[in-house]
C-alpha cells in the first residue's frame, strides 16, 4: 500500500527558504506512470496546488509560485523534495505531498505544518 | 488563475441529497474533462472521492456522483449520513501540466 510522509522544519523564518522531503513507500518515484506532488493550505483556508514533478526531473509549477518554487525528486532514496524561498507570513500552511495519476491527486501524505516566523 | 468557484456552504438533513457546484471557465472546468473532488475531514488530509468528472474510485460509496455541464461541474452526495459532513474541494486541469483548486464547500449534515 502505498504511503507517503512528509518531513522537514515546522518553523521557518521571514525570507528564509522552506524544505520538505516526501518519502515513498509501497511504490517507486520512478514509476513512469505517475506525477508526484505538493499541495499546500493556509490555516482555515482552502487547497492550492504547488507543482508537480515527473520521474524523468521534468516540473510543473502554479504560476503564482513559480520564481519561488523548486521541486526535486532522488529516486535512488525514493524520495521528491520542495524548496520554497523568499517566505513570509502568507506561506504559513500545512503543506502536503501526494501521487498524481492521469488527471488526479490519488494519494496523500497526513501533511506537515510550516510557519513563517521570526 | 484564480481559484474556481464553490458555495462557502451547503447542508442537507441525513437521508437527503446535497449538491455542489464548481464553476470556472472554458479555459478549465468548461474545456477538459478532468475534474476531480475531494472530501477533507477536519486535521485530515483530503481524500480523492471523484475523478474525471464523473467516475468514482474504488471504496467511494455509490451515494457519491458527479457531472458536467459546460464550465460548471456538480458534486451529489445522495441519502447524506453523519459522515459525509466535511470540505470539499474541486479540482480542474487548465492546460500546460497546471491545476486549479476550487475555494471549497464546507458541507453540514443537518
Known amino acids: 500500500q502505498l504511503q507517503l510522509q512528509e518531513s522537514g522544519p515546522g518553523l521557518v523564518k521571514p525570507s528564509g527558504t522552506l524544505s520538505l522531503t516526501c518519502s515513498v513507500s509501497?511504490?517507486?518515484?520512478?514509476?513512469?506512470?505517475?506525477?508526484w506532488g505538493w499541495i499546500r493550505q493556509p490555516p482555515g483556508k482552502g487547497l492550492e496546488w504547488i507543482g508537480n514533478i515527473y520521474f524523468n526531473g521534468n516540473t510543473y509549477y502554479s504560476p503564482s509560485l513559480k520564481s519561488r518554487v523548486t521541486v526535486s525528486v532522488d529516486t535512488s532514496k525514493n524520495q521528491f523534495s520542495l524548496k520554497l524561498s523568499s517566505l513570509t507570513a502568507a506561506d504559513t500552511a500545512v503543506y502536503y505531498c501526494?501521487?498524481?495519476?492521469?488527471?488526479?491527486?490519488?494519494?496523500w501524505g497526513q501533511g506537515t505544518l510550516v510557519t513563517v516566523s521570526s | 488563475q484564480s481559484a474556481l468557484t464553490q458555495p462557502p456552504s451547503a447542508s442537507g438533513s441525513p437521508g437527503q441529497s446535497v449538491t455542489i457546484s464548481c464553476t470556472g471557465t472554458s479555459n478549465d472546468v468548461g474545456g477538459y474533462d478532468y475534474v476531480s473532488w475531494y472530501q477533507q475531514h477536519p486535521g485530515k488530509a483530503p481524500k480523492l472521492v471523484i475523478y474525471?468528472?464523473?467516475k468514482r474510485p474504488s471504496g467511494v460509496p455509490y451515494r457519491f456522483s458527479a457531472s458536467k455541464s459546460g464550465n460548471t461541474a456538480s458534486l451529489t452526495v445522495s441519502r447524506l449520513q453523519a459522515e459525509d459532513e466535511a470540505d470539499y474541494y474541486c479540482?480542474?486541469?487548465?492546460?500546460?501540466?497546471?491545476?486549479?483548486f476550487g475555494g471549497g464547500t464546507k458541507l453540514t449534515v443537518l
Open positions: 509501497g511504490g517507486s518515484v520512478s514509476s513512469p506512470s505517475y506525477f
Open positions: 474525471e468528472v464523473t
Open positions: 479540482l480542474s486541469y487548465i492546460g500546460g501540466n497546471s491545476w486549479v
Open positions: 501526494a501521487r498524481y495519476s492521469a488527471s488526479y491527486f490519488e494519494s
